[in-house]
């Protein structure tokens, strides 16, 4: 019974607990869409969280453009030493009166609405506008490392497949040496073979029996590396449905990859978004030296008790003009600027670097082109050559020793087609991701 996939999708940590009893199909496609859901892959979760720090820091720093709005209520009861203040031996003419050094205790009650507002501010609007592209550049981050799980997921899906691919075909192989076995015995019987015949393909057949055994562990253990790419407990069960096969690429000339890649790589525009905060931070960090001007104000009530108070209120505006702070500005701006062409240097960098794998990977492609119909003309021939073997030994023409070496021949060609489509595979996936469109690429 087929699982549905959404349930794999949103509730993955439920296989722990409960795993299906049969092996769940599993698509190529399924696999990717799994590994980037906000539950899949480790670093799509992380990249999520990234992005939602970036979007708090936005927060915080919209904050500094908007009305700080405080509200305050007093009740203090207290006594006071006038002779700390230096008021003492006053006395008022003409009365004989004279101001105790010590009074108290009093009451006093204040209520009161606070407000505040930047009214000019450049430098803060500079670094709300630089945390608006980190989130930009986080989101980009977001992308980039969906892209880049994809193909990881693609790899591992394919060395799975491949996996599978040898085991299929050490079976066959097994099956192979037990008929070529099988034909041996008969030869002896029928008086026209030896004994040292049937010893050589009885060691033909553990050999490979041998060879099985190694490639289902590797199977088993391509399969894991799947699941923990996946993001999926390891003790699922899964069917891959995919084979490997040759799918023609369209034709895509160098300069054409190239510019596509300059405009769908997720990664470089995540670098360009770095690039543009780090300009508008070293910008913020230049107007800090701009003056700045802020309005406030305060409305409320004060008195000695709540039924006697009265409505008081304050208002203006400050103007601050930066002078001098020993240099913490200019230090600032000085490492801002340096950090701007640090990105603007890693920018370059990456552009190259996209050339590099555009280029790589047109060449891995065409390599591998050749090698699966170089390969596949082997194992034509080889397969021919061990059906004339079988024939000729029948035949008495020859011994199984012309066999045997068929056979090798015929097991190594099959090895070698199936490495020939995996690396062509591979090549699609290379290509795929330099281009910025692995995800997009996926049938």
């Keep these: 019974m087929k699982l549905p996939w959404i349930l794999l999708m949103t509730i993955p940590l439920a296989w722990a607990a409960d795993p299906p009893a049969a092996p769940v199909d599993l698509t190529l496609k399924h696999a990717v869409e799994v590994a980037i859901s906000p539950q899949g892959n480790t670093n799509i979760q992380l990249s999520g969280e990234t992005l939602k720090q970036a979007q708090a820091r936005a927060l915080q720093a919209r904050a500094a453009l908007l ?16 002779a700390a203040e230096g008021l003492t031996d006053i006395k008022l003419p003409f009365t004989g009166f004279s101001f105790p050094s010590f009074v108290g205790p009093f009451s006093t009650v204040d209520a009161r609405l606070s407000v505040q507002q930047s009214v000019f501010d450049f430098s803060s609007i500079r670094r709300f506008q630089a945390s608006r592209v980190g989130v930009s550049a986080a989101t980009q981050e977001l992308d980039s490392t969906a892209e880049t799980v994809a193909a990881q997921v693609a790899r591992a899906y394919l060395a799975a497949v491949r996996a599978d691919a040898d085991v299929e075909t050490a079976i066959a192989n097994v099956t192979l040496s037990g008929a070529v076995l099988t034909q041996a015995d008969n030869q002896k019987k029928a008086g026209t073979g030896t004994g040292i015949e049937i010893t050589r393909a009885k060691v033909q057949l553990a050999n490979d029996r041998q060879h099985l055994l190694v490639v289902e562990n590797t199977r088993r253990s391509t399969h894991l590396e799947l699941l923990r790419a996946m993001g999926v407990p390891l003790e699922t069960e899964v069917r891959l449905t995919d084979r490997l096969g040759y799918v023609p690429v369209d034709a895509v000339t160098m300069e054409q990859a190239k510019a596509q890649a300059l405009q769908a790589r997720p990664d470089l525009k995540a670098q360009q978004r770095r690039e543009e905060n780090a300009r508008l931070s070293a910008s913020a960090v230049k107007m800090e030296r701009l003056p700045t001007l802020a309005a406030f104000g305060d409305y409320g009530s004060s008195g000695s008790a709540l039924d006697n108070s009265t409505p008081t209120r304050t208002y203006g505006i400050t103007l601050k003009v930066p002078l001098f702070d020993g240099g913490r500005r200019d ?7 340096s950090l701007y062409r640090a990105e603007r240097v890693r920018t370059g960098d990456l552009k190259q670097q996209i050339e590099l794998d555009v280029r790589l990977a047109l060449d891995a492609l065409r390599s591998a082109e050749d090698q699966v119909k170089v390969a596949k003309e082997g194992l034509e021939l080889a397969d021919s050559e061990l059906t004339q073997a079988r024939r000729r030994y029948d035949a008495g023409v020859t011994n199984s020793l012309e066999v045997t070496d068929a056979q090798t021949r015929l097991e190594r060609a099959r090895d070698n087609e199936t490495q020939a489509l995996y690396n062509y595979n ?12 692995m995800r997009r690429s996926i049938p």
């Design 426 to 437: 591979v090549a699609r996936i290379d290509l795929a991701q330099a281009m910025g469109n």
């Design 67 to 82: 009305p700080d709005l405080e509200g305050a209520f007093t009740d203090r009861n207290q006594t006071a030493n006038l």
């Design 331 to 337: 230090a600032r701006r000085t490492e801002a600027a």
